[in-house]
């Protein structure tokens, strides 16, 4: 038994930090009936999300952003959610989300399922006491491609990163 006990803890230890969500989803279907397609990578061991295209309506602008030099970035080709790293227990915490519709954050987290699915979760409080759960698809390969073309560098999307932070 006590070799099981340890066989299954070297097995955790194994698991623990190997989270890699790395692709492009499609997300839920908003409250006004529209999905996204969007990309999640991973620089360092913090993970990110950018939007790559709207599919039923056209990107927003940033417009109520607090920072008067960012108001004309639009929700697609930049980070809107970022700050997520493995909490070693099978899912990625500590992200925040910004909200280009009404340039409000909220706390954030992201749990892979089984299925190759993904919750990405939001909330009004660290607790998660006040949250809500979406699931967002993972597109398969030949899907992904189509969308390719729409990737930004790493570098710039970085940049965008800290501009979503800025916007606090």
């Not at 006990?5 to 529209?34: E, P, Q, R």
């Amino acid at each position: 038994m006590r070799i099981l006990w340890v066989l299954i803890f070297c097995f955790s230890l194994l698991k623990a930090g190997n989270i890699d969500i790395s692709g492009i989803y499609k997300t839920h279907k908003g409250t006004d009936g529209g999905q996204s397609i969007v990309e999640i990578f991973k620089s360092g061991d913090t993970f990110y999300v950018y939007g790559l295209k709207n599919l039923e309506r056209e990107p927003i602008k940033d417009s109520c952003n607090k920072n008067a030099h960012l108001r004309e970035r639009l929700s697609v080709g930049n980070v809107f959610a970022y700050g997520y790293s493995d909490n070693g227990k099978g899912q990625l915490t500590g992200g925040q989300i910004y909200n280009f519709n009404n340039c409000k954050f909220y706390y954030s987290k992201i749990i892979p399922k089984s299925d190759g699915t993904i919750e990405f979760v939001g909330a009004l409080d660290s607790y998660y006491i006040m949250h809500r759960g979406y699931i967002w698809e993972k597109l398969s390969e030949s899907e992904a491609a189509k969308y390719a073309p729409l990737r930004k560098p790493i570098d710039f999307l970085l940049k965008t990163a800290n501009d979503t932070k800025m916007s606090r």
